[in-house]
């Protein structure tokens, strides 16, 4: 079976495209509002979801985030919990499910079982922020067993004999850290990005996403002329924690996202004229 | 024993690297410039200078002679880190890695801190070295530790509160590990205790190893022998590890690490990750973590600060596994009471952190021979735990 990962890459790169992939907390505020949200995001134009699996102590992640996490572990959410949804979720739509899982959460549900379970409820990749390429090895193996891609990041501190190893090791994608810093950071230098996405490219046939400090639809249109994807995290979660009371909360933040898509599509035909 | 950590920074299955690859370069960067330095005779005669003249080692082992008696049993000998300038331990380190810092022409340093002595230990070498210090402090630790706090202000440091999780020590240190990703390129995170992504429980040892060398010589001076015990309490555990490492090969010598049993352990509300917990990976490191079945990391409770913690050093987990150091815990209840021992006995307040290892001592000596030895590492002064102790028993300081 194809990996919808690869499969939607190999879609937008034969149209020319870019993928937006957006990213929710699972279970912020609770894991039904997930399903609704994700259905509405990907009506809004959201190529690839990642799904954040709550954490107590997520070193990698900004206030907004980390209090999107707190909000989904006080809803009850774990690990176990979202792979339960997400077959209900797959029933209903094909989009990419990627979970973005700090490595003690996973090390706890047992890497093997957790990457077989994970592909069986319908998830397609895998990144672990905590998780540089020298302690991968076991999961690695797993993943691959199991068809699951694991995805790893590159920075912007990476050196170069760091960037052309873990763009050959990488799966599904390469997930670019755009700035030195958390997630919810200000976007600072668009220059450095696109240089250092190009040595990436250099290295892989990968598409390359690029993450963090990705707020305005400026931003996306932007970065989309750069990479093969753009990920949004903290400015979606920031729409859900502000709406998280509201009745139409997947159409508000699904008006978020389409504002977004609208940019990146606008943006890259700019660039092809 | 072979040569710990390997190259990975493993101590067996435990330890390693679990950082965001932002990170990676510094890590890898910073454990060049250390083995490098480590190498360097000029290093470390440099820490040996102020190690001596500043900090005012060698520290003395003294032989508490009221309190063995009172406890009559084994001679318990203190060692006295709590005479270290800024009064704790941790200033050993925190000598070590500012020399580090000014090596690797960093300008800026940032740590965590939980009762406050490791803050105040990177405040006071930033002063002397002439660095940017920020600490990250849990606003739950600066209440407990006001005092603490305003010394690091004294000291030209800037102490921002952590208002997350527990607001203890484990937020200060992700909040501290947010901020060394962001500013990884000018700065060094000076963490304070054998925690953390390799090298840092490695270099920390390393740094805190004078403790135990230190102790050795000195008891043998004393006793024409080794000790047949080490005391120590276990918070991350790097006065333990200082102590008990230059013993570790000599088979007679046995090691107790008392670790912050809080109300109980049947309470939960502890830090006693040996009795409660199991190996997992948090803040770099895998290690034996207080936490639940999902993997989420528990609150944990001690009446001391610099001991309230989900994890410990990965070092210690190798040694409890390989059954060289036993660990135990004393309750909050346990550890004032020797608070109040010590200070009756002989005149000495000890740090809430050092009272659990004191604890420890007050069951182990009356059941041993009057000719047998107890060392136990006095790891800092209970001045900054006075107002706190205060306020737990009602008493109005009128301040």
Redesign the interface.
């Known amino acids: 079976m194809t990996n919808r990962l690869d499969s939607t890459f190999e879609r937008l790169r034969a149209n020319r495209k870019k993928a937006l992939i957006a990213y929710v907390m699972a279970g912020d505020p609770s894991l039904p509002d997930t399903e609704a949200l994700v259905l509405e995001l990907e009506r809004a134009g959201a190529d690839i979801i990642e799904l954040g699996v709550p954490f107590s102590d997520p070193i990698a992640d900004g206030p907004v985030i980390q209090k999107a996490a707190e909000r989904a572990l006080r809803s009850g959410t774990s690990l176990r919990r979202i792979l339960t949804a997400v077959p209900a979720l797959r029933a209903k739509t094909q989009i990419p499910l990627v979970l973005m899982a700090y490595y003690n959460t996973i090390y706890a549900f047992g890497e093997s079982a957790f990457c077989r379970q994970a592909v069986e409820a319908g998830v397609d990749g895998l990144i672990v922020p905590d998780m540089p390429p020298e302690e991968a090895d076991l999961l690695e193996a797993a993943a691959s067993r199991a068809g699951l891609r694991l995805i790893f990041l590159l920075a912007p501190t990476s050196t170069p004999a760091r960037r052309a190893a873990i763009a050959r090791r990488s799966k599904g994608f390469i997930y670019y850290v755009s700035l030195t810093g958390i997630t919810g950071a200000k976007l600072a230098d668009l220059e450095e990005v696109r240089r250092n996405v190009e040595k990436i490219r250099q290295a892989t046939e990968t598409p390359v996403a690029v993450g963090f400090g990705i707020a305005t639809a400026q931003d996306v249109s932007q970065v989309a002329a750069i990479a093969d994807g753009v990920i949004v995290g903290s400015a979606i979660v920031r729409q859900i924690g502000e709406h998280q009371h509201d009745p139409h909360l997947p159409e508000r933040v699904g008006a978020f996202v389409r504002s977004l898509k609208s940019a990146m599509t606008h943006g890259q035909v700019e660039v092809r004229a | 024993m072979p040569q710990f950590p390997d190259k990975?920074g493993r101590f067996g299955k435990y330890g390693?690297?679990?950082?965001?690859?932002?990170?990676?370069?510094?890590l890898l960067e910073l454990e060049q410039a250390y083995l490098k330095a480590r190498r360097d005779r000029r290093f470390q005669a440099e820490i040996d200078h102020y190690l001596k003249f500043y900090v005012g080692r060698p520290t003395p082992l003294y032989f508490a002679e009221k309190l063995t008696r009172r406890l009559g049993g084994a001679k318990i000998y203190l060692k006295r880190e709590d005479l270290c300038h800024t009064g704790a331990h941790k200033i050993n380190n925190t000598i070590g890695q500012g020399l580090l810092t000014r090596r690797m022409k960093k300008q800026r340093v940032i740590a965590e801190t939980g009762a406050g002595q490791h803050g105040v230990a990177v405040a006071t070498v930033a002063a002397l070295f002439g660095l940017t210090c920020e600490i990250y402090m849990g606003t739950e630790d600066m209440q407990r530790q006001a005092l603490n706090v305003f010394r690091m202000r004294l000291l030209g440091a800037t102490v921002t509160g952590v208002n997350?999780?527990s607001r203890t020590l484990?937020?200060a240190i992700?909040e501290a590990?947010?901020d060394w990703?962001?500013?990884?390129?000018t700065t060094h995170y000076i963490l304070g205790s054998v925690l953390g992504a390799h090298p840092y429980p490695m270099m920390i040892r390393d740094f805190q190893s004078v403790i135990g060398r230190e102790a050795r010589r000195q008891v043998l001076a004393a006793e024409g022998r080794l000790p047949d015990c080490l005391v120590a309490c276990v918070g991350g555990g790097s006065n333990s590890l200082g102590l008990f490492h230059p013993f570790l090969k000599d088979r007679t010598v046995r090691m107790v690490g008392v670790e912050a049993g809080g109300l109980g352990i049947e309470s939960g509300k502890h830090a006693a990750r040996f009795a409660g917990g199991r190996p997992?990976?948090?803040?770099?490191t895998m290690t034996y973590?207080l936490?639940d079945?999902?993997?989420?990391?528990n609150l944990t409770h001690s009446v001391s600060a610099g001991l309230d913690y989900a994890a410990v050093g990965p070092e210690h987990s190798f040694y409890r596994d390989a059954g060289r150091i036993r660990y135990t815990s004393a309750t909050d209840e346990e550890a004032l009471a020797a608070f109040d021992l010590l200070s009756r006995e002989e005149g000495i307040v000890p740090a809430l952190e050092s009272a659990h290892a004191i604890a420890e001592v007050v069951k182990l000596a009356p059941a041993m021979k009057a000719r047998q030895v107890i060392v136990v590492n006095l790891s800092g002064r209970g001045d900054k735990d006075v107002q706190h102790v205060a306020r737990l028993r009602g008493v109005p300081l009128g301040v």
């Open positions: 990975h390693g690297r679990y950082v965001p690859e932002t990170l990676m370069p510094a997350a999780g484990k937020d992700s590990m947010r990703t962001t500013h990884v390129r997992g990976v948090l803040h770099g973590l936490q079945d999902d993997g989420q990391i």
